[in-house]
């Protein structure tokens, strides 16, 4: 082992739990299940083996410096893994309690993501879901990195374990008395020469409605950027403008949604795991939604 890991582990554990904490040195004793003055200790035991200081004494606050926080922030997942790991290999692992860092897409906040979020939590009230809602390519830097554990995530990222779960239909959005409001399948040719409201071109969304637009015969005139989808909807119904947008359960009043003409117009939804072990909790939560998403 190096020597620097063999010698600090005890100490790192310490900082990064006292970071997750924002310094309150009684909040991570109390998480350790160790004295607080055994976690001072060991932080001035780290800062004289490292050389550096990594506490900033003001009145009763404790910060972490700069370097403190760097490195907390680089060894928080490396532990959390090793964790898993001893678990695993022990049988200590325990598949109804512990946390999922979970993902989902900002166009999924109604209807069917909460409704299985719901059924699961009375299923498995030990296991806690932390939620976090993101584009697709935000959500996969955060598997990526570790920052999440699993993710419904449009498109799916293709560095990374994923399963496709179902397909998102993608329909034109105008404001009710709209010229197109009574049409029953709009051709996108029709579009030209509308003012569209859409995502960032970062967006997965916004890139589609550029592509398809585009080989329909017209460059989309994007009128107005805006990165959540609700108030695009309002937009839309105070006649700013029309966008392609997925069906939404919840119906926005002023507005139309209309099907439009052709099988092309829908994107691949799909289940995405981070690159680190898979914990217990996360292959409950995991299997739950590959057997119950439609």
Not at 137 to 148: K, Q
């Given at each position: 082992m190096n020597q620097w890991s063999s010698r600090l582990a005890?100490?790192?554990?310490?900082?990064?739990?006292?970071?997750?904490?924002?310094?309150?040195?009684?909040?991570a004793a109390a998480e350790l299940r160790m004295p607080q003055s055994s976690m001072s200790r060991r932080i001035h035991a780290l800062e004289k083996e490292l050389g550096i200081p990594l506490l900033i004494h003001d009145g009763r606050v404790v910060r972490?410096?700069?370097?403190?926080?760097?490195?907390?922030?680089?060894?928080?997942?490396?532990?959390?893994?090793?964790?898993l790991v001893i678990d695993e290999v022990t049988g200590d692992a325990d598949p109804d309690h512990g946390t999922v860092r979970f993902g989902f897409p900002l166009t999924m906040g109604t209807g069917r993501v909460p409704d299985l979020?719901?059924?699961?939590?009375?299923?498995?009230?030990?296991?806690?879901?932390?939620l976090?809602?993101?584009?697709?390519?935000?959500?996969?830097?955060?598997?990526?990195?570790?920052?999440?554990?699993?993710?419904?995530?449009?498109?799916a990222p293709v560095r990374l374990r994923h399963?496709?779960?179902?397909?998102?239909?993608?329909?034109?959005?105008?404001?009710?008395?709209?010229?197109?409001?009574d049409a029953r399948h709009p051709r996108l040719a029709d579009l030209a020469g509308e003012t569209f409201i859409a995502n960032p071109p970062s967006y997965n969304l916004r890139?589609?409605?550029?592509?398809?637009?585009?080989?329909?015969g017209f460059t989309p005139d994007v009128a107005f950027e805006v990165t959540e989808f609700a108030t695009i909807r309002e937009l839309i119904s105070r006649g700013l403008g029309i966008a392609l947008l997925p069906h939404d359960e919840r119906p926005t009043p002023g507005l139309t949604e209309l099907p439009l003409a052709g099988e092309q117009f829908s994107r691949d939804i799909a289940l995405a795991w981070s690159?680190?072990?898979?914990?217990?909790?996360?292959?409950?939560?995991?299997?739950?939604?590959?057997?119950?998403?439609?």
């Open positions: 005890p100490q790192l554990r310490v900082l990064v739990e006292l970071a997750a904490h924002e310094g309150h040195m009684t909040h972490l410096t700069a370097a403190a926080q760097r490195l907390a922030l680089h060894l928080r997942e490396p532990l959390r893994q090793l964790d979020l719901a059924q699961f939590r009375r299923r498995h009230p030990g296991i806690r879901v932390l976090k809602q993101a584009h697709g390519s935000a959500l996969g830097a955060d598997l990526l990195a570790g920052a999440l554990d699993l993710a419904i995530v449009i498109p399963a496709r779960i179902g397909t998102q239909r993608i329909q034109v959005v105008v404001p009710d008395g709209h010229r197109l409001a890139q589609l409605t550029e592509a398809w637009c585009n080989d329909a690159a680190a072990i898979e914990a217990p909790p996360t292959r409950r939560l995991s299997g739950f939604l590959l057997e119950h998403f439609d």
